[in-house]
Nanobody, 123 residues
């Protein structure tokens, strides 16, 4: 019923930038808080960033504060993750996710997930 499609991943040098996009269809976009999570090989999926339905609240995991920015353009049903000053430890598959209920950083509270996009940061 709800589809999320990420794009924008790729290979960059440490210190470089990428912008990830997530296009949402199938339901009213503004019903959902939107989050970004990431998963490195052999690691559990972890929270990266979240933005509220209206875009008025944003939160980040400590390791990306000051480097990453989450924003949404509700008229385009799209959420973005601008990633600057990338580090090798940012290498992971990045997933966008939609939460119908509470504004949350908890993975298990999200209802829908995209297919993921690979981000690789070389040193």
């Amino acid at each position: 019923q709800v589809q999320l499609v990420e794009s924008g991943g790729g290979l960059v040098q440490a210190g470089g930038s990428l912008r990830l996009s997530c296009a949402v269809s199938g339901r009213t976009f503004t019903n959902y808080h939107m989050g970004w999570f990431r998963q490195a090989p052999g690691k559990e999926r972890e929270f990266v960033a979240v933005i509220s339905r209206s875009g008025g609240s944003r939160d980040y995991t400590d390791s990306v504060k000051g480097r990453f920015t989450i924003f949404r353009v509700n008229a385009k049903n799209t959420v973005y993750l601008q990633m600057n000053s990338l580090k090798p430890e940012d290498t992971a598959v990045y997933y966008c996710a939609a939460a119908l209920g509470a504004y949350t950083v908890r993975m298990n509270e999200y209802d829908y997930w995209g297919q993921g996009t690979q981000v690789t940061v070389s040193s």
